[in-house]
């Protein structure tokens, strides 16, 4: 049995600057998930995805991302999405921030 279609945002990397975008519902990107169209609709999701890969000279690696509503806006519902949307990974944080601090390594 197939599994239910839950809530999605369409998401992918800026092209030229590699950050993290989502598509509004006014056929721009965002870099602010909770401005994101959040879709209930399967065949809307699987049309907006197609629109989306579309945008070559714009997009890289377009795809539908598990979200839930709030009164925020979309929020992420797998770590995955959380970790992508809260920046790049490219500078110290958690234990890399408390090794650069007591001067440890890892």
């Given at each position: 049995?197939?599994?239910?279609?839950?809530?999605?945002?369409?998401?992918?990397?800026a092209l030229i600057e590699g950050d993290?975008?989502?598509?509004t519902s006014q056929d721009s990107w965002t870099r602010e998930m909770c401005d994101a169209e959040l879709m209930t609709d399967e065949a809307h999701a699987q049309l907006r995805l197609l629109e989306a890969s579309q945008q070559v000279d714009v997009v890289v690696g377009a795809?539908?991302?598990?979200a839930t509503a709030s009164d925020k806006g979309p929020q992420p519902t797998h770590f995955r999405e959380e970790f992508r949307?809260?920046?790049?990974s490219n500078y110290f944080?958690?234990?890399?921030?408390v090794a650069s601090q007591d001067g440890s390594t890892l």
């Open positions: 049995m197939p599994r239910a279609f839950t809530p999605k945002v369409v998401t992918a990397n993290v975008i989502y598509l795809y539908l991302a598990d949307r809260t920046g790049p944080h958690g234990k890399q921030a």
